[in-house]
């Protein structure tokens, strides 16, 4: 019986490295050769046959070997597509039951919440914006960068990490893009863990209702 409780009590809670590892689907499915931003690599199950909950520090374990296999292969634009299709796949699941968005900034803070809270465990700490376009998201503790050790001095050390920001980038693009804005994302670090994320949106996708 009490067994049974604890694996009920794992199914009802979130899961913070639940989009790090379902890059293993979406890998096995790119390198199978599927196309399209929007593939079908993860499928999107409804909340009531979520999967119980998995070791978030073996999903990260996962992800730098993902991320790995690409890089031994050169292959950096399959990276950030990986990272497209696992974003744009769980934000179908986080926004199932959503209301309709009626601005950028409504999406965009979604994803700062709810989004990242499923993605990394927790909110982002900060968000600006200049109203035209421009987001950058502080993450002052960011899960994938917490563990590193970084050179400065060294060009071959910073390049590592921004290695292992690419499925960051992605899973970002994917989020908005599925939400209805089309955009870049480019990330920066100056002292890690702390990372931001710079989004520019190019084309607004929403069609809201008056």
Same mark, same amino acid.
């Given at each position: 019986?009490?067994?049974?409780?604890?694996?009920? &009590? @794992?199914?009802?809670?979130?899961?913070? *490295?639940?989009?790090?590892?379902?890059?293993?689907?979406?890998?096995?499915? =790119?390198?199978?050769?599927?196309?399209?931003?929007?593939? &079908?690599?993860?499928?999107?199950? #409804?909340? /009531? /046959?979520?999967?119980?909950?998995? =070791?978030?520090?073996? @999903? /990260? $374990? $996962? &992800?730098?070997?993902?991320?790995?296999?690409?890089?031994?292969?050169? *292959?950096?634009? %399959?990276?950030?597509?990986?990272?497209?299709?696992?974003?744009? %796949?769980?934000?179908?699941?986080?926004?199932?039951?959503?209301?309709?968005?009626?601005?950028?900034?409504?999406?965009?803070?979604?994803? @700062?919440?709810?989004?990242?809270?499923?993605?990394?465990?927790? /909110?982002?700490? %900060?968000?600006?914006?200049?109203?035209?376009?421009?987001?950058?998201?502080?993450?002052?503790?960011?899960?994938?960068?917490? =563990?590193?050790?970084?050179?400065?001095?060294?060009?071959? =050390?910073?390049?590592?990490?921004? %290695?292992?920001?690419?499925? #960051?980038?992605?899973?970002?693009?994917?989020?908005?893009?599925?939400?209805?804005?089309?955009?870049?994302?480019?990330?920066?670090?100056?002292?890690? #863990?702390? @990372?931001?994320?710079?989004?520019?949106?190019?084309?607004?996708?929403?069609?809201?209702?008056?």
């Amino acid at each position: 019986a009490v067994g049974a409780q604890e694996r009920s &009590s @794992c199914r009802s809670r979130a899961c913070p *490295a639940r989009a790090q590892c379902r890059m293993a689907v979406a890998s096995r499915n =790119s390198e199978a050769g599927a196309g399209g931003e929007a593939g &079908s690599a993860v499928v999107a199950l #409804p909340p /009531q /046959q979520r999967r119980p909950d998995v =070791s978030a520090f073996a @999903c /990260q $374990l $996962l &992800s730098f070997e993902v991320v790995r296999y690409f890089d031994e292969r050169g *292959a950096y634009g %399959k990276l950030e597509q990986l990272g497209f299709q696992v974003g744009a %796949k769980l934000v179908e699941r986080l926004a199932w039951d959503h209301s309709r968005f009626s601005s950028t900034l409504e999406v965009v803070k979604f994803l @700062c919440k709810e989004v990242w809270g499923a993605m990394f465990g927790k /909110q982002v700490d %900060k968000l600006q914006t200049n109203h035209r376009g421009v987001f950058v998201l502080h993450d002052n503790n960011f899960t994938w960068t917490a =563990s590193m050790e970084v050179d400065h001095h060294s060009d071959e =050390s910073l390049d590592e990490v921004k %290695k292992f920001l690419v499925v #960051p980038c992605g899973l970002i693009r994917g989020v908005l893009t599925n939400l209805g804005l089309r955009c870049t994302v480019r990330a920066e670090f100056a002292t890690l #863990p702390a @990372c931001l994320f710079n989004v520019q949106v190019q084309q607004e996708l929403l069609t809201v209702n008056a």
